[in-house]
């Protein structure tokens, strides 16, 4: 956004006649450059006129009088001041200006200075973003934001992983088991000043059909100027409802350089699948499994029996059992992928244009799962006179997708197939294990077009008086196509199809009016900012489905025959069906005296068509002060090493509308025909609640800024207590009342955390070997203020794996609610023994006697004291979410070689081990038989690495697995247990990135201007005390399911190459 | 010395803003433990029988309030309202130390797993709310059914907060020594003779039809010689209440009928040295039924009936005996006795 600067600077000298005084001039030439070279298009000058720019060397020839004063101007460097006077050739260098409180930043869709600002908000660069490639930029981010919480938790080609800003913001969990998650809260992303609509249905990517590519990942990374993340409610109260949970502005690249640029990149990247899990394979499966059922069942002459009617074990001559099938290896591989870039940018005030093309491919590691991304992008900037200014885009993006199996995040097909019996053939038509072949040969494909084209105008009528206008059309459609083959689906050949059009008018006209009071000795001392703007959005979404369960053939996929009835051939429009209308009006005022004491105030109502008509206007109203001591008269004597420093407070409220509008009104549908007409019935689901509330989200922010010893050393100290009140839950109602579900506002949340970032140039900016290190981290508690029905605490139970979740007023906001386990027996007489009835403590209410606790079984706490385990005895243990988590960015440059580490940590968080659990609980059922039928065997994992209980006596850490005629009922590897909640801290090295330019006299002579060469390693190595595979790839809720996409490691070679 | 001026700016500012958030934790409510209004007790009215451990279970929902809960039993007081230190003071009651499972090789294996400790008869558990009589309480100064009982109140509390739930009844039944009783529960008194034993295949000596599963036929009696033995006898006896010689039952497996030691088996009884109650705890081993609620002693016998067929016979009780003594089971064939003889 520094051009920004230029483009004021400029503005006032447009237009003004170069009537030069007739003076003795001479030529001078010279260089301008950088450590790495010579810095092309540098404009030149003299008298604040431009007088001419550098050329693609960085050499440059002007015309001057003999003792003029030059000045240098680039975008992100410092401008340089050089007399001529005796010279006729000068060696100019440039540094680049870091000055953290001259950039621009954009709050409330007006730019401003940082310095005015009252805001929170960190700004990256885009060359911070360049170093891995990525299909969604926001994965870059990770580690580099104070408080911007991103876990890369996926994976999965063209998925992003999680992002939380600032804690949590909603503690409603849907689904259960490993597919339990978090209600979505994703930041409101703006592109280039229009609001982007990535809401819940791209959070996750499955919750909804379609192809579930986020619009934010049909941004080429390369494109992206910068991106600023706003953090607290007076930075994003002006966004309004939508901008509730943060607000993440992305900046596209413009045209700037007189001379045009073409800039081409290229990445070619290796990804290679990570540590897999071990597996027993072949005959050590075949002797583990008899020594188990051996060892195991209750007398030697029942184990024989077993074990010969146990065909794949006790058949080892047949072919079919005779195998040692590396299950992941046919779901895993490593991928070559690539990514182009090309762009062509020129242009000066007056007109500026930017085309940009962009193509990314990417493999994954899973079989039959990938990203493809092409685009075409362009803007274009007209400016006749400094009053008037027209801006353009056009961008179309093509993005295809292949999910494999599985919904992006979770990939159970995989997960399941992969995880069978060695023993089993490899997969083929003829083998029993399908969902191998249904990962494999099911075709997926899946396709995401958008076009997005952008209208901005602005007209100053007087100056200080501006009218910006913005106008956007955006529209996508997404086709998914799946395709499952005759073989794998009972004999007839399935086809899906998913058509999704999704389109949205924005308009926002804002009028801005700036004011200043000059004081006495002519400087602007009161100066006044107001500007009140209309936001009008407008969107339709409609999905049509068809599906044919009885397609002719694998090979002939259409057109739609033999539909017999409506169970072989469905279809239709999809009830997510939404057209979506709101209007806001905002406004906001600010005033500085002198930059010293800055007020900021702004206002927002917003009204949408998810409400009803009387929910009226939603009010988001935000106020902030900030006092810069660095324009002090007194700080005036510490210039030796003081820079700047400032004190920011802020308040804002943000609504947020909740529900939809069968919340309030209720369900219709129509029932049954009576007397001879349709009737018509309300759905007795749901009660309508006519008082629902919008969700309000209350932040107050004090920040701390400060610079010293010449911006060597920066950071910004911050903290802030941000209260969710009305938080929108469905509760059940009593079995009298005719309805099942109330949803209603009762819930209230409180995050209270603090961030800090510390930025040290560790030499001085002259020197040729540069190093800097920055460091963050932020500490975000949670705490339960009110829950429904006023209770203090209450259960949110899940019906599948029994990790219950534990509300309770005062505490952290997701506590999970499981066994206590304390080792494991190591004798019988070890086990509590009731002394009133004479029996053993025992699982659960069924009291068959292999249920009684003995030797080798886990030791759960009984906490009442009855002496038996069941839902009465689950302690409050652990916190599923985040307390602390930051980053450590160090670059280091010398000369032409620059080098990026990028790392970032977690510390505290409580994540429950699932995939560790099943690998026990897979040696529970060596008979393979469920309910009576043989099932596919389940391969088994060595456990050789873990501490279990084998012997009577023993001090184990985990139970005895091979138990398996009591596991069932003792369930010693239940997943709700304290065993399996392990600290989930970590510190992950993200990247490594090397790069070099190479000598421009030499790439002069090939017509390149500047060649960096570079290298980059991803995911390099996670320090971690976690067992499983990584604490990263979790979901929301802290657990590891075992089935979620995997981290790739890339290993990427990078070109760029400038013309 | 300016470097000094800045730093505890710096510190000023930081502790400045600290100091500023903590203060907006007022507004955070005290981690305290919940102690609802939606917990209840499900019963209150309990009617155990005197003379045996029993324990009610499930008998709380804690709907939304915190776990673990503290539970008191306070103000035990007998139906009219007086003291009732018949279950306020402390008794000497056995206790399990160690869990039976039916592997004891002794007498003394089994007392060294129980041991004497000092309750109240009528305790509630601390954490749970279940609630226990100690087999020690007796009719003798526990008033039973027709009385009206004791009344009692319930404290739940914990760092929630205390409630107190009232008026619980406690309205014991008279003892029943043993099961199948045929002891009318309310009343303690019998109108029959005896239970009916399950059996099969057994024929009538004198008239050779397969004997019914009646009153009329065959009655199981109980019958305590004395309180302070140890022993269990079975008995066969014909309609004139002659002892049929127990060897009879031929294909009987005397080790395992009854969970006792030192067998004596002469030609009028047989008799074992038991640990009382039987079963010892219900825990299902060779001794019970399948639950492990009642001891299963099953008298068999093989003879050759008519046509060269094998007549497998065999008799079955399942039973309890919950007083300590010389117990005696006697199985009277009221109107013939079996016919052991081949034909």
């Known amino acids: 956004m520094r051009y920004l600067y230029i483009i004021a600077f400029l503005c006032l000298f447009l237009g003004i006649n170069q009537d030069l005084k007739a003076q003795q001039k001479k030529t001078v030439t010279g260089t301008v450059s950088d450590n790495s070279g010579g810095i092309p298009n540098v404009n030149i000058f003299y008298n604040k006129t431009a007088i001419g720019a550098t050329n693609a060397n960085g050499s440059f020839s002007v015309s001057v009088p003999e003792d003029a004063v030059l000045e240098f101007s680039y975008i992100g460097f410092k401008t340089v001041k050089m007399s001529v006077a005796g010279k006729t050739k000068l060696t100019v260098k440039m540094v680049e200006d870091d000055n953290q409180l001259k950039a621009v930043t954009i709050q409330g869709y007006v730019s401003k200075s940082k310095e005015l600002s009252v805001g929170s908000s960190v700004k990256i660069s885009g060359k911070d973003l360049q170093a891995v490639p990525v299909a969604s930029i926001t994965d870059m981010l990770q580690g580099k934001v104070a408080g911007l919480n991103i876990q890369q938790n996926t994976g999965s080609p063209g998925m992003r992983g999680s992002i939380a800003l600032r804690g949590l913001s909603n503690i409603n969990v849907s689904g259960s088991g490993d597919g339990a998650f978090l209600q979505s809260t994703s930041p409101l992303f703006v592109v280039d000043g229009v609001p982007i609509d990535d809401n819940s249905n791209f959070q996750y990517g499955f919750q909804s059909a379609g192809p579930g590519i986020s619009p934010i990942s049909l941004i080429p990374q390369q494109d992206v100027e910068s991106m600023e993340i706003l953090k607290d409610a007076s930075a994003t109260s002006l966004y309004g409802s939508r901008g509730a949970y943060g607000v993440i502005l992305i900046t596209t690249k413009r045209g700037n350089s007189k001379i045009p640029v073409i800039r081409y990149n290229t990445q070619f990247f290796v990804s290679a699948p990570p540590r897999l899990r071990q597996v027993i394979g072949g005959r050590g499966e075949r002797d583990l499994r008899i020594a188990q059922i051996m060892q195991s069942d209750t007398s030697y002459y029942r184990s024989l029996a077993l074990l010969n009617a146990t065909e794949y074990i006790a058949d080892s001559l047949n072919a079919y059992y005779n195998n040692a099938t590396d299950w992941q290896s046919y779901f895993f591989r490593s991928t070559f992928n690539q990514s182009h870039n090309l762009s062509i940018d020129g242009g000066d005030q007056a007109f500026n244009y930017k085309v940009n093309f962009g193509y990314f491919d990417q493999n994954g590691i899973q079989e039959n799962t990938g990203f493809n991304r092409s685009n075409l992008r362009m803007n274009m900037q007209y400016m006749p006179s400094a009053k008037f200014k027209l801006y353009t885009t056009i961008n179309g993006t093509l993005g295809k997708n292949q999910k494999g199996s599985g919904n992006g995040l979770l990939n159970t097909g995989v997960a399941t197939g992969g995880a069978s019996s060695s023993l089993l053939p490899s997969p083929s038509l003829f083998s029993a294990v399908n969902s191998v072949l249904g990962a494999i040969t099911t075709d997926n494909d899946n396709k995401t077009t958008e076009l997005n084209t952008t209208t901005e105008m602005k007209y100053e009528f007087v100056p200080g008086l501006s009218l910006t206008s913005n106008f956007n059309y955006t529209f996508n459609t997404g086709v998914e196509e799946n395709f499952l083959p005759s073989t794998i689906n009972g004999n007839a050949a399935s086809l899906y199809t998913f058509n999704s059009v999704k389109n949205s008018i924005y308009n926002r006209n804002l009028l801005n009016y700036f004011y200043s009071i000059k004081d006495g000795s002519g400087e602007d001392a009161h100066n006044f900012n107001a500007y009140a703007f209309t936001e009008l959005d407008s969107k339709n979404f409609k999905a049509d489905v068809i599906q044919n369960n009885k397609v002719v053939n694998d090979y002939l996929r259409g057109p739609i025959v033999g539909v017999d009835d409506y169970l072989t051939s469905l279809g239709g429009t999809l009830d997510n069906f939404d057209q979506f209308r709101s209007v806001a009006f905002a406004g906001n005022f600010s005033y500085n005296y002198k930059r010293r004491y800055v007020l900021d105030a702004s206002y927002r109502a917003d009204r949408s068509s998810s409400n009803g008509p009387e929910a009226g206007y939603i009010k988001s109203p935000s106020i902030g002060i900030r006092w810069n001591l660095q324009n002090e008269t007194f700080t005036e004597k510490w210039r030796e090493w003081f820079e700047y420093a400032s004190i920011k407070l802020s308040y804002g409220t943000v609504l947020q509308p909740q529900g939809n509008i069968y919340d309030v009104y209720g369900r219709y549908v129509n029932g049954a025909v009576y007397n001879g007409a349709p009737t018509v019935l309300m759905n007795l689901g749901t009660l309508p609640n006519s008082n629902l509330q919008p969700t309000k989200n209350t932040t107050y922010n004090a920040a701390f800024e400060f610079g010293l010893l010449k911006n060597r050393l920066f950071g910004t100290f911050e903290a802030y207590y941000k209260q969710v009140d009305n938080q929108l839950r469905e509760k059940p109602l009593a079995n009298v009342s005719s309805f099942t579900n109330i949803k209603t506002n009762e819930i209230s949340l409180v995050n209270i955390g603090y961030e800090a970032s510390l930025t040290a140039r560790v030499f001085e900016p002259s020197k040729p070997f540069q190093w800097t290190i920055s460091v963050n981290g932020a500490i975000n508690n949670d705490y339960i203020a009110h829950l429904p029905d006023g209770v203090r605490e209450f259960i949110y139970v899940d019906p599948s794996t029994g990790q219950s979740i534990m509300y309770r007023l005062g505490q952290n906001a997701l506590t999970n609610y499981i066994y206590n386990t304390k080792g494991v027996y190591a004798n019988d007489s070890e086990v509590p023994v009731d002394p009133l009835t004479g029996l053993r403590y025992r699982s659960g209410a069924n009291n068959s006697f292999l249920s009684y606790y003995k030797a080798g079984d886990p030791r759960f706490t009984d906490l009442n004291g009855d002496y038996v385990l069941d839902e009465r005895d689950l302690v409050a243990a652990g916190n599923s979410q985040v307390r602390f988590h930051g980053g450590v960015t160090m670059d280091l440059r010398y000369k032409r070689i620059t080098m990026q580490i990028q790392g970032n940590y977690v510390i505290g968080r409580d994540v429950l081990n699932n995939s560790l659990a099943s690998q026990f609980a897979s040696f529970n059922n060596p008979l393979a038989i469920q309910n009576g039928f043989r099932t596919n065997p389940s391969g088994v994992v060595p456990l050789g690495a873990y501490d279990i209980w084998t012997r009577t006596g023993q001090l184990a850490r985990y139970p005895n697995p091979y138990d398996y005629l009591r596991s069932g009922i003792t369930n010693p590897y239940r997943t709700n247990q304290t065993l399996f909640q392990e600290d989930g801290s970590y510190f992950k090295l993200g990247y490594v990135s090397l790069g070099y330019t190479l000598n421009q006299k030499f790439t002069n002579r090939f017509g390149m201007n500047r060649v960096v060469v570079g290298g980059t390693a991803s995911n390099v190595f996670l320090i971690t005390n976690y067992s499983g595979t990584s604490p990263e790839s979790v979901s929301d809720l802290g657990r590891d399911s075992g089935a979620i996409y995997p981290n790739p490691r890339t290993y990427t070679f990078n070109l760029n190459i400038e013309f | ?343």
């Not at chain 2, 019963?43 to 451990?53: D, E, F, T």
């Not at chain 2, 090789?105 to 009528?122: G, P, V």
């Not at chain 2, 005397?254 to 006792?260: A, E, I, M, N, T």
């Not at chain 2, 300590?324 to 199985?331: C, S």
Request: glycine residues 6%; positive net charge; hydrophobic residues 35%.
């Open chain 2, 1 to 343: 010395m300016n470097k000094n001026i800045f730093l505890s700016f710096l510190t000023l500012g930081v502790l400045s803003i600290s100091i500023l958030l903590t203060s907006c934790k007022d507004n955070i409510p005290d981690v305290r433990l919940s102690l609802s209004d939606d917990s209840q007790f499900t019963v209150k009215s309990y009617q155990p029988v005197l003379g045996r451990n029993t324990l009610f279970t499930d008998n709380f929902s804690i709907g939304s309030s915190s776990i673990p809960l503290n539970f008191k039993i306070v103000n035990m007081r007998r139906f009219t309202g007086e003291a009732a230190p018949e279950l306020t003071d402390y008794f000497p009651v056995q206790v399990w130390k160690s869990a039976y499972d039916g592997s004891e090789k002794s007498i003394a294996e089994i007392e060294a797993k129980r041991k004497i400790e000092n309750h109240q008869l009528f305790e509630i558990r601390q954490h749970s709310g279940q609630f226990m009589m100690w087999a020690k309480a007796n009719s003798n100064f526990v008033r039973a059914q027709p009385d009206s009982g004791y009344v009692f109140d319930v404290e739940v509390s914990n760092s929630g907060g205390r409630k107190y739930y009232k008026d619980f009844k406690l309205r014991p039944f008279k003892e029943r020594a043993f099961e199948p009783s045929t002891i009318i529960a309310n009343v303690g008194q019998s109108t029959l003779l005896g239970g009916i034993p399950f059996f099969s295949n057994i024929r009538g000596e004198r008239t050779g039809r397969y004997l019914s599963q009646s009153q009329e036929d065959v009655v199981v009696l109980f019958n305590k010689k004395s309180d302070v033995g140890n022993s269990l006898t079975f008995k066969f006896v014909d309609t004139l209440f002659n002892p049929i010689d127990p060897s009879k039952f031929n294909t009987t497996q005397w080790s395992s009928l009854v969970h006792g030691f030192d067998m004596v088996k002469d030609a009028e009884k047989v008799t074992y040295k038991v640990a009382y109650p039987i079963p010892l705890a219900a825990y299902p081993t060779q001794y019970t039924v399948g639950n492990g609620e009642r001891a299963l002693s099953t008298f068999k016998y093989e003879r050759q009936g008519f046509g060269n067929v094998k007549e497998a016979a065999f008799l079955r009780l399942e039973y309890a005996i919950f007083e300590k003594g010389d117990w005696e089971i006697i199985i009277w064939f009221k109107t013939e006795r079996p016919k052991f003889t081949n034909d």
